[in-house]
């Protein structure tokens, strides 16, 4: 299977570490929810290295005038969770992010007969400026349907998919094949590539159900 676009797994110890806290069952609700948020703000520091526009400003300092390197003032930046798994990462995301950012949440639910999407609540403005930067909250990337969906409501809006960083937990072959196929701009970040999806649509050996895991139900 050749994949084209850009899937990043960083070796940080504090990704491996985390990661297994969110694969163990006898993780409670409230630390699965520490944890995905953990791994939302680790993944998030490696997703926007060399990734947001800089400008060198020169500041004073207690002694003397130096050049200082800042995010430029004028990035525009967006996260874009899917619900309901993805609102665990977006406390981490924003956390490592310097400049305010605005929240579109896209609702995805998928059938569980057809493993088909379908969307049920969209807050994606009719236009974004074609300068905005994208990141996707979505823990698990598996069959595809969702993502592939979710990217399509943002290129119709005008995103440059080389503009758009995908934050995910678990990804798994069908995913990146679909998005390779038809984004290879695309970037993602990952804490793990897993081996395969089962025949009702579960990343083995995975996570199982993200939502439910951290809310509870």
């Not at 993944?43 to 207690?62: G, H, M, S, V």
């Not at 059938?111 to 979505?138: G, M, Q, V």
């Amino acid at each position: 299977m050749a994949i084209q676009l850009r899937v990043y797994v960083p070796p940080h110890p504090l990704i491996k570490h985390w990661l297994g806290m969110a694969r163990n069952v006898e993780t409670t609700p409230k630390i699965m929810r520490q944890t995905l948020a953990e791994l939302g703000k680790w993944l998030a520091y490696e997703a926007i290295r060399e990734w947001l526009p800089t400008i060198d400003i020169q500041i004073p300092t207690p002694l003397t005038e130096t050049t200082a390197t800042f995010v430029h003032p004028q990035t525009k930046l967006a996260i874009v969770p899917i619900l309901r798994a993805g609102l665990t990462l977006v406390e981490g995301i924003q956390s490592v992010l310097p400049l305010e950012s605005a929240i579109y949440h896209l609702g995805m639910v998928r059938n569980e007969e057809t493993l088909l999407p379908s969307c049920y609540l969209n807050k994606l403005p009719d236009r974004f400026d074609p300068e905005t930067r994208i990141i996707i909250a979505e823990p698990m990337l598996a069959t595809g349907g969702t993502i592939m969906q979710a990217m399509a409501e943002l290129v119709s809006r005008g995103i440059d998919p080389a503009y758009v960083r995908i934050i995910a937990i678990i990804a798994a072959p069908p995913a990146l094949q679909k998005l390779s196929e038809e984004y290879p701009t695309l970037s993602i970040y990952a804490a793990m590539i897993d081996e395969h999806v089962n025949e009702v649509g579960f990343i083995v050996p995975g996570l199982g159900d993200v939502g439910d895991r951290a809310f509870g139900t």
